[in-house]
């Protein structure tokens, strides 16, 4: 049975645009949608999921989901919202990233099933390598005009920028390729919508024009709004770059803790658009919210929602301990249940010292440890005050001056972790 998806996505306030007639199309029997995917990684990053979400929001409505992976449209390069064309690549580095982007999107997409509405994955470069220039202007780019092109706002802004680089022809067609993408689709799969974020309207009805011109058909358009943060700085990015899906280029800690810090404003956003959760239970939430913002209602079930998602169960235990370290109770135990990566991350910017292995295994006095060692504290007679003073702790347990660290306090062989009072840590490593 078919559930509204425009209504569904409207409710998430995941439309900006949608072409008169989309929701009664969809609403008449199973349709195929796909969105468009770049390649340029192997791996997709948090700024990729909006599509992703409307994919699966697509399949769960009873419709057919289709993943195109831009092959042939990521060796040009997109001038929607960009500043400067993208670095092409070679055909074994975009199948390689390409296998690994259906291996992430297999976690919110069914591609394996016998269902008549299975997602499927696709690539432009296996319609585009064999076309060549010359039968491409001559089937395609003779049935949109020149001014039809630079209509386009992703176009007057790339040509009105200051960049003195100017728009190479490579990028003005850019439209055509991708128009010929949905032209393809619908040919062949019967595709008749086209799914995407708000930079991408003006390529995306390029699409449904060629359709209409070539194909003879009628098609649609739907697209999101480009997701923004309350405070002005851009969403999915860190100080250290893109939050990524892939858990070595962003570890399951540091991606939970992204969704952990959203801003109210920005959570109680988010929380319909990166979450399956329904209608009801959210406004419960955004409720709940409300009446004790302190408690952080809505940041938390976003960031366990969205970790198990695209990590899995376990990581968000291991994400909720390790912030559990900084920021709540926790003993040995659960530093020494943390993996060298998470460490790293859960301390990051924390001092360091090196210790040879050696004086550890053979019993390291505190004062050595917190002193002449480390440089943790400035003297003897001050790590003796704090010893004295009962604000020292070793992987978070409390310690005298007698006490002796040894091979059994390091976590993962290699760290300890000294602490004076609440909120001020030092790691020694041992080497």
């Known amino acids: 049975m078919l559930k509204n998806f425009v209504e569904e996505l409207q409710w998430r306030g995941m439309i900006h645009d949608v072409m008169p007639g989309t929701e009664e199309h969809l609403m008449e029997e199973m349709r195929t949608a796909y969105v468009g995917i770049d390649p340029t990684a192997d791996s997709l990053h ?82 585009m390598k064999e076309f060549s220039f010359l039968s491409f202007i001559r089937d395609v780019g003779k049935h949109i005009t020149v001014n039809y092109m630079m209509a386009k706002d992703s ?14 022809f490579t990028e003005f067609t850019y439209q055509l390729v991708q128009g010929y993408d949905f032209l393809q689709l619908y040919r062949e799969s019967d595709c008749t919508l086209q799914m995407g974020g708000s930079d991408q309207w003006g390529n995306i009805t390029t699409g449904t024009e060629l359709i209409r011109r070539i194909g003879g058909g009628k098609a649609y358009a739907l697209t999101c709004p480009l997701i923004t943060k309350a405070d002005g700085t851009k969403f999915g990015k860190t100080e250290g770059g893109n939050v990524w899906l892939d858990p070595k280029r962003t570890s399951p800690y540091k991606f939970y803790q992204y969704w952990l810090n959203t801003s109210d404003e920005d959570a109680e956003k988010y929380i319909k658009i990166f979450t399956f959760l329904d209608k009801e239970t959210v406004e419960k939430l955004v409720a709940e919210h409300k009446e004790a913002p302190h408690m952080r209602a809505l940041q938390k079930k976003l960031a366990e929602e969205i970790t198990v998602m695209v990590h899995s169960e376990e990581e968000l235990e291991n994400a909720i301990k390790a912030s559990n370290i900084l920021f709540g109770k926790s003993t040995s135990e ?37 002193a002449d060692k480390s440089g943790f504290l400035k003297s003897n007679g001050e790590a003796r005050r704090a010893l004295k003073e009962n604000s020292i702790s070793v992987n978070k347990e409390k310690v005298k001056e007698d006490y002796q660290i040894t091979a059994s306090d390091l976590i993962n062989n ?18």
């Not at 449209?73 to 400067?84: H, V």
């Not at 390689?96 to 696709?122: C, G, I, R, T």
């Not at 943390?338 to 295994?361: C, K, M, S, Y």
């Not at 290699?414 to 041992?430: D, E, P």
């Open 46 to 127: 948090i700024g990729h999921l909006v599509g992703v979400m409307m994919l699966r929001h697509f399949q769960l409505c009873g419709h057919k989901p289709f993943a195109l992976v831009g092959g042939a449209t990521g060796m040009i390069g997109d001038p929607s919202g960009k500043s400067n064309e993208r670095n092409l690549l070679d055909e074994a580095t975009l199948r390689s990233n390409e296998e690994a982007l259906k291996n992430q999107l297999s976690k919110f997409l069914d591609f394996d099933s016998n269902a008549a509405n299975a997602a499927q994955l696709v690539n432009n470069y296996d319609w």
């Open 155 to 168: 176009v007057k802004k790339r040509l009105s920028s200051d960049s003195s680089e100017g728009m190479s």
């Open 334 to 370: 659960d530093l020494k249940g943390l993996n060298e990566e998470t460490f790293l991350d859960v301390f990051e910017g924390v001092p360091q010292a090196e210790v040879a292995l050696g004086d550890i295994e053979g019993g390291l006095d505190m004062i050595g440890a917190l």
């Open 414 to 431: 290699k760290f300890v972790l000294l602490q004076r009072g609440k909120k001020n840590y030092f790691v020694l490593k041992a080497v």
